[in-house]
């Protein structure tokens, strides 16, 4: 037995069952992937608040979420817009994997979410209160909506989950961290998680305490603002959303009946603390990149297609795009980031990605980077860019980087359900 | 003097705490069934509290409806503290 509670030599197969979606390209799935395939944009100027004088005017923001249709009438204002995101899209995962919790063993299902600002907005809405009219005035929600396990806890409490739930804070890397840790729990005695992750941290108070990365992008043109890997690259556009995700081992699965849209194949996580300087960016991420395949018993060449972090900043594409030519070799394999359609969502981005690779993965289409014009010098890397490749890919490689140093690799594999194949 | 009446305790839960699809909050045995029953717990009946105490000016100890039981048990309670505000 290690430290993890992992029998030596014992991994079961993780797959995923149900996907569920609130992102700035659409509310489910199907229409998130219609938005991917079509390169349509989710990125404007911000209607959340008046963002004239602030330094970033432009985001993703979801469009057209009502959380009064769309989330329990109790927890609209209990809770945060972020665990709003979560517990729609949780309640979408789980039809879409036609999972009854109430038909299953409480302590054998999970929930392990991704949160990175908390309830952010909640939050300063009482922050406020406290401010302009006294500490009588600050609700009692405020002790329970704002902090990073909000979300896994009434997704818990929702839906009966009362086996290990947890919470992962690892900025825009926790969506891979988060389902790197379901696996472990699918190898711990636990049948079904709930996993992913979600932020909307559209506000001032959390727009504000993004700015001192200095790595957000102050340009005023949606289509100019966010251009990862592009000689135009200037930082990155914030965005509000995510997805939750079914994951369950692959005998549940077969025993429920359903199909997968693929599998967790492999999981790797590093640190690097050093942010200044491209070298030991890549350094890192290319290690996580071999033991993640080492993870899945595989070698790069299958690899189909690689989602990439897509950070935006010039240095941080580069070490990047190095990290990737020196696994894959040059040109090696093909790159995208379908995240320029909705900005980077933090907790949610990675979680987003994965969800996109698995879509990818069933309808058998590697989905393009929309918005591009001329690639970054330096980057040798096989960007797909105008259009959707149809190569039928049946691996895909998600990476994920969090400020301050959070690097990780998730390798999913094709699953037997192709619905969404043209 | 304000009045505190049951309209005004679903209006104050509404507002603080929200109701869920499938409780009704306009229901004839709205005032004794128990504040679990309609989905409450301790936090909403704090929210509730600290509602009540804002917009009716009186001070509600803390603890002193930590363990009540239906909005019944709240009116009499509130209808209380106002006769004791206005002597």
């Avoid at chain 1, 690799?409 to 194949?421: F, T, Y």
Wanted: hydrophobic share 40%; proline share 6%.
């Amino acid at each position: 037995m290690s430290a993890s509670g992992i029998r030596p030599g014992r991994r079961g197969r993780s797959v995923v069952t149900g996907i569920g979606v609130v992102a700035p390209t659409g509310i489910g799935a199907a229409r998130h992937w219609e938005s991917v395939l079509a390169g349509k944009s989710g990125i404007g100027r911000i209607t959340r608040f008046d963002p004239t004088g602030y330094p970033v005017r432009v985001a993703g923001e979801v469009p057209g979420f009502r959380a009064g249709e769309q989330v329990p009438g109790r927890l609209v204002p209990q809770t945060d817009r972020f665990t709003h995101f979560a517990l729609a899209a949780a309640e979408d995962a789980l039809t879409d994997a036609a999972a009854d919790p109430a038909t299953l063993p409480e302590y054998e299902m999970a929930v392990v979410t991704a949160s990175s600002s908390g309830g952010t907005e909640f939050g300063q809405h009482e922050m406020e209160n406290l401010y302009q009219q006294g500490s009588s005035w600050v609700g009692a929600y405020q002790s329970i909506a704002w902090f990073y396990a909000a979300t896994t806890g009434q997704v818990s409490i929702r839906h009966g989950m009362r086996g290990p739930c947890g919470v992962i804070c690892g900025e825009q890397a926790g969506g891979l961290d988060a389902l790197g840790q379901s696996r472990r729990l699918l190898d711990t005695g636990s049948r079904l998680v709930l996993s992913g992750g979600t932020d909307a941290s559209l506000c001032p108070y959390g727009v504000v305490a993004q700015l001192s990365t200095g790595h957000l992008s102050a340009e005023d043109d949606p289509a100019r603002a966010y251009l990862p890997f592009d000689a135009a690259a200037s930082g990155f556009v914030p965005g509000e959303g995510g997805a939750i995700l079914v994951v369950e081992n692959a005998e549940s699965a077969r025993a429920r009946g359903v199909p997968s849209y693929g599998e967790l194949l492999g999981y790797a996580a590093g640190f690097d603390p050093t942010t200044d300087g491209t070298a030991a960016r890549h350094t890192v991420l290319v290690s996580v990149i071999r033991r993640t395949l080492a993870d899945a018993g595989l070698t790069p060449d299958a690899v189909d297609m690689v989602f990439a972090d897509a950070s935006g900043v010039p240095a941080e594409d580069l070490a990047e795009a190095r990290a990737i030519a020196e696994v894959f070799g040059p040109g090696g394999v093909p790159v995208t980031a379908p995240k320029t359609l909705t900005g980077r969502l933090y907790a949610g981005g990675a979680a987003l990605d994965v969800a996109t690779a698995l879509l990818a993965l069933s309808a058998g289409v590697i989905p393009h980077t929309a918005g591009l014009g001329r690639p970054a010098p330096g980057c040798e890397i096989d960007l797909v860019l105008d259009r959707p490749r149809q190569t039928d890919p049946r691996t895909a490689l998600v990476l994920a980087r969090g400020h301050g140093g959070f690097t990780s690799a998730l390798l999913v594999g094709a699953g037997d359900r192709d619905a969404l194949k043209r | 003097m304000a009045e505190f009446t049951l309209d005004d305790l679903r209006r104050i839960l509404r507002a603080g705490a929200g109701v869920d699809e499938q409780t009704d909050l306009d229901g004839e045995h709205f005032a004794d069934t128990a504040f679990a029953d309609l989905g409450y717990d301790s936090l909403a009946l704090l929210e509730l509290v600290n509602r009540v105490e804002r917009e009716y000016g009186i001070g509600i100890p803390d603890g002193d409806l930590a363990h009540t039981q239906s909005p019944r048990e709240v009116l009499a309670y509130v209808h209380a503290k106002l006769r004791e505000a206005r002597v």
